[in-house]
């Protein structure tokens, strides 16, 4: 399991919260302290979170599900849309569109609005239309392209979702909670970590910490990602090796009955040439014991 540590946690500096005066109450049993009005993040308790959040995103890549990468503050987009590259996993880090979980049917029409805009590029069909209608569905394809993103490869919904600052992502994380897709975040000191299943107490608001969680998360599902080839890789072997086996076993049967007549006939000769043989002696005895005739003097 990929790990970060507490001394690149502390030069991140991932334990920086916000002015004790914002701070929420309900992340207090991660808080370490106060210095100078700023609230410090218990960095030993991030490490046991990340590691638990990790373990679990690892567990959904390896059965093959989706995690959904939700980060519109602009300390976060450039991180997420570099990182999810990697693993091919669906991103939002434009404005979140409203009912992007709850009313997935919706957005999946608009995807395929988009398909069919693309494919229109891409025959040539639209070059048949006025420079008017051309410059309409033009506009149109880049605004759903600049707000699904990636999403638009997504034909079910994620099995986790995936979020930096839960503040400024709250309908993200609502949509999650009202369909129960379990949800992993990066919980800043003023936001309150009850409201996701996987919370990661640490500074949101800095592109370097956000970037060593964010890593640690990635590699852990890549991780799963690459456990799950080895075990579709294994089990095609496996399976190569059972039809090997039952085709070979095929083949005997099949010999069988052949080698089985051979035999039948073989003691079919054997038992003619045992009835030849047996014959032979019975005649040279006849002939043994035939009477002779008596022998005549001639004259």
């Given at each position: 399991?990929?790990?970060?540590?507490?001394?690149?946690l502390?030069?991140a500096?991932?334990?920086?919260g916000?002015?004790?005066?914002?701070?929420?109450?309900?992340?207090?049993?991660?808080?370490?302290?106060?210095?100078?009005?700023?609230h410090?993040?218990?960095?030993?308790?991030?490490?046991?979170?990340?590691e638990?959040?990790?373990?679990?995103?690892?567990?959904v890549?390896?059965?093959?599900?989706?995690?959904?990468?939700?980060?519109?503050?602009?300390?976060?987009?450039?991180?997420?849309?570099?990182?999810?590259?990697?693993?091919?996993?669906?991103?939002?880090t434009?404005?979140w569109?409203?009912?992007?979980?709850?009313?997935?049917?919706?957005?999946?029409?608009?995807?395929?609005?988009?398909?069919?805009?693309?494919?229109?590029?891409?025959?040539?069909s639209?070059?048949?239309?006025?420079?008017?209608?051309?410059?309409?569905?033009?506009?149109?394809?880049?605004?759903?392209?600049?707000?699904?993103?990636?999403?638009?490869?997504?034909?079910?919904?994620?099995?986790?979702?995936?979020?930096?600052?839960?503040?400024?992502?709250?309908?993200?994380?609502?949509?999650?909670?009202?369909?129960?897709?379990?949800?992993?975040?990066?919980?800043?000191t003023?936001?309150?970590?009850n409201?996701?299943?996987?919370?990661?107490?640490?500074?949101?608001?800095?592109?370097?910490?956000?970037?060593?969680?964010?890593?640690?998360?990635?590699k852990?599902?890549?991780e799963?990602?690459?456990?799950?080839?080895?075990?579709?890789?294994?089990?095609?072997?496996?399976?190569?090796?059972?039809?090997?086996?039952?085709?070979?076993?095929?083949?005997t049967?099949?010999?069988?009955?052949s080698?089985?007549?051979?035999?039948?006939?073989?003691?079919?000769?054997?038992?003619?040439?045992?009835?030849?043989?047996?014959e032979?002696?019975?005649?040279?005895?006849?002939?043994?014991?035939?009477?002779?005739?008596?022998?005549?003097?001639?004259?």
């Open positions: 399991m990929p790990r970060t540590s507490f001394d690149a502390l030069e500096g991932a334990h920086f916000h002015l004790k005066r914002k701070w929420n109450p309900n992340i207090a049993p991660f808080v370490f302290g106060e210095k100078n009005g700023i410090i993040i218990d960095l030993n308790k991030t490490l046991a979170q990340i638990e959040a990790a373990s679990a995103l690892k567990q890549a390896k059965s093959g599900r989706t995690v959904l990468f939700v980060a519109t503050k602009k300390q976060a987009k450039n991180i997420i849309n570099e990182a999810v590259k990697d693993i091919n996993m669906p991103c939002v434009e404005r569109t409203g009912g992007m979980l709850t009313n997935f049917a919706t957005i999946r029409r608009s995807v395929r609005k988009m398909a069919d805009m693309n494919k229109m590029a891409a025959d040539g639209l070059e048949t239309l006025s420079k008017k209608e051309k410059l309409q569905i033009s506009r149109q394809r880049d605004k759903l392209a600049h707000h699904l993103g990636t999403i638009a490869n997504m034909t079910r919904l994620p099995a986790a979702v995936f979020v930096v600052d839960i503040t400024k992502e709250h309908i993200a994380i609502s949509e999650a909670r009202k369909l129960n897709i379990p949800t992993f975040a990066i919980v800043d003023n936001s309150n970590p409201l996701v299943d996987f919370a990661i107490p640490a500074n949101d608001d800095s592109s370097t910490s956000i970037r060593i969680v964010v890593d640690t998360i990635v852990a599902i890549k799963g990602l690459e456990e799950r080839k080895e075990a579709q890789v294994q089990n095609k072997l496996q399976q190569d090796d059972k039809k090997d086996n039952e085709s070979s076993m095929d083949e049967a099949e010999a069988a009955p080698m089985e007549a051979n035999e039948d006939e073989e003691d079919e000769n054997i038992d003619e040439v045992r009835a030849e043989s047996k032979s002696e019975n005649e040279q005895k006849g002939k043994k014991n035939f009477p002779k005739k008596p022998y005549r003097a001639t004259k």
